[in-house]
């Protein structure tokens, strides 16, 4: 609760019974807080109080001076969300006064702040896609064709830019066909961002290929121009060069694409954008997603936006869009019968998700916009702490901060650990992704670091977290995390 707000609760013993009753009915917290001139806290005054005070004989009119003494239950900063749910539960009570050292109250807490959980990210629907997928179930198209798929594809193309999007089942399964239609086969290389999810170079496994990873850039946390330059020039020495490169576009920001593409077209090598995470974002003015040959969107449950599941190619290609849909239905060729000539996959979006995928386009704006001020607004939560460097967003275009994510520059702090402890206090924050370079699976795999002596993703890895960051968070959640994790930082 902010200073304004608690302000409001406070009363003084010459109010009337009525004064305070309606007080309570304007504030909506439950609780009024009755303080002397010092403002030092006398006691708490609930709705029950009030109607034993009646009960017992007294007027509307007389004053709360007939109230009793009572102890108020309180608790002195500072005290994590835990400490207060445990006050709580001792006592029976559902809100409880904190007060300084002078016994002044600074803030209340309420049961529902400290007792439901927090997490990450959560979907956020708006008021459209009921109707999409209502439509969908009472003219049947349940089955995984329909007019929803054409229409969120169509919807889609035009809000990103794109000439064509072909909708699917998975950001995953994205990636996995745009590899193939760049004809990525067993023994080839492709170069991939290293700090990210690995559903980014698991595809390129899939495929009998081998990820050769590169490092980030300190301005916008994607690949670096650097590392891909000498992993290029460390191919042409070896005589290998990759069938592809994935771009990632971290955390809702677009990689530096420009100097990227001039690498890669240099050497005749398409880019693929893993744009997973920043469908909403922008690079120079253009839609992030549609600055590679291919780019690919995840719907997620978690991402900005969602279809529950689900994930989209985006290219201007026609020819490539329409190998997408024939690989995406197990490749069938046109013909009376089941006719195939190559392998595909069952990969196509289903027409009932597609609808949600239809509403949810529509708030796509609005969820940019409030994950941007969900992140702000951490910045100045976390004002007063000098240690705290968060994601950059570099001036090349617009982050849609799918995470807020920060970097606490103390070396004495073992990141993991608090992200245990946040856990037990039901918040879910994160730490970065684990680079994919020192992924145990990826053991044996070539990595080109910033630069020689810089491993980046290794050292932000070691550093970093992502607070919790959806669209439908409320200001009094944002501010249980900034207390909680100062809680923890102070507490060493
Ligand atoms: C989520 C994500 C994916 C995978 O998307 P799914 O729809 O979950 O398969 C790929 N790359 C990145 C960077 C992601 O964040």
């Known amino acids: 609760?902010?200073?304004?707000?608690?302000?409001?609760?406070?009363?003084?013993?010459?109010?009337?019974?009525?004064?305070?009753?309606?007080?309570?009915?304007?504030?909506?917290?439950?609780?009024?807080?009755?303080?002397?001139?010092?403002?030092?806290?006398?006691?708490?005054?609930?709705?029950?109080?009030?109607?034993?005070?009646?009960?017992?004989?007294c007027s509307l009119d007389h004053s709360l001076d007939h109230l009793p003494y009572k102890k108020a239950a309180v608790v002195s900063e500072p005290i994590c969300s835990r400490d207060i749910l445990q006050q709580m539960n001792k006592c029976g009570i559902n809100q409880l006064i904190i007060v300084d050292e002078n016994e002044k109250p600074i803030d209340v807490v309420h049961r529902k702040d400290v007792d439901t959980a927090i997490s990450l990210s959560l979907p956020h629907l708006g008021e459209e896609e009921q109707i999409f997928v209502s439509q969908a179930l009472s003219t049947n198209w349940v089955a995984p064709v329909g007019p929803n798929i054409d229409a969120f594809e169509e919807e889609l193309a035009d809000k990103v830019g794109a000439k064509h999007a072909v909708a699917l089942s998975s950001g995953t399964a994205a990636i996995h066909l745009a590899l193939r239609l760049l004809n990525v086969g067993e023994g080839d290389r492709v170069f991939c961002s290293s700090f990210t999810f690995i559903a980014s170079a698991n595809p390129i496994v899939y495929l009998g290929a081998e990820p050769v990873f590169i490092d980030s850039e300190p301005d916008s946390w994607n690949m670096s121009p650097a590392a891909l330059s000498k992993a290029f020039e460390e191919a042409v020495r070896v005589g290998k060069l990759p069938k592809a490169v994935i771009v990632v576009n971290l955390y809702g920001q677009?990689?530096?694409?420009?100097?990227?593409?001039?690498?890669?077209?240099?050497?005749?090598?398409?880019?693929?954008?893993?744009?997973?995470?920043?469908?909403?974002?922008?690079?120079?003015?253009?839609?992030?997603?549609?600055?590679?040959?291919?780019?690919?969107?995840?719907?997620?449950?978690?991402?900005?936006?969602?279809?529950?599941?689900?994930?989209?190619?985006?290219?201007?290609?026609?020819?490539?869009?329409?190998?997408?849909?024939?690989?995406?239905?197990?490749?069938?060729?046109?013909?009376?019968?089941?006719?195939?000539?190559?392998?595909?996959?069952?990969?196509?979006?289903?027409?009932?998700?597609?609808?949600?995928?239809?509403?949810?386009?529509?708030?796509?704006?609005?969820?940019?916009?409030?994950?941007?001020?969900?992140?702000?607004?951490?910045?100045?939560?976390?004002?007063?702490?000098?240690?705290?460097?968060?994601?950059?967003?570099?001036?090349?275009?617009?982050?849609?901060?799918?995470?807020?994510?920060?970097?606490?520059?103390?070396?004495?702090?073992?990141?993991?650990?608090?992200?245990?402890?946040?856990?037990?206090?039901?918040?879910?924050?994160?730490?970065?992704?684990?680079?994919l370079h020192k992924q145990p699976v990826f053991a044996g795999n070539q990595y080109f670091p910033h630069h020689p002596d810089q491993d980046m993703s290794a050292r932000w890895f070691a550093k970093g977290l992502c607070l919790p960051s959806g669209s439908n968070l409320s200001m009094v959640q944002q501010e249980r995390v900034a207390d909680v994790i100062k809680f923890f930082l102070k507490a060493g």
């Open 1 to 57: 609760m902010n200073k304004e707000e608690l302000a409001t609760l406070f009363v003084r013993s010459s109010l009337s019974v009525r004064e305070s009753l309606a007080k309570l009915d304007i504030t909506g917290q439950g609780i009024l807080l009755l303080v002397d001139q010092e403002g030092k806290l006398l006691r708490s005054i609930t709705d029950g109080d009030l109607r034993r005070l009646i009960l017992s004989g």
């Open 254 to 435: 677009s990689a530096d694409m420009d100097p990227l593409l001039t690498i890669a077209n240099r050497y005749q090598v398409p880019i693929v954008e893993d744009a997973a995470e920043s469908l909403g974002a922008t690079y120079k003015g253009r839609c992030s997603g549609t600055l590679g040959t291919l780019g690919i969107y995840s719907f997620n449950g978690n991402k900005i936006i969602t279809t529950s599941g689900g994930g989209a190619i985006v290219t201007d290609d026609e020819n490539m869009a329409r190998e997408a849909k024939y690989l995406s239905t197990q490749a069938r060729e046109p013909a009376g019968w089941y006719e195939h000539e190559k392998i595909g996959y069952n990969y196509r979006m289903s027409n009932v998700l597609a609808g949600i995928g239809r509403g949810q386009l529509k708030v796509l704006d609005s969820r940019v916009s409030a994950r941007r001020r969900v992140f702000s607004r951490y910045q100045q939560l976390f004002s007063d702490m000098p240690f705290f460097s968060w994601m950059p967003e570099a001036d090349f275009g617009t982050s849609t901060r799918w995470l807020s994510t920060v970097l606490i520059n103390d070396d004495t702090l073992d990141i993991f650990e608090l992200a245990e402890k946040m856990a037990r206090e039901n918040i879910e924050v994160r730490p970065l992704w684990k680079p």
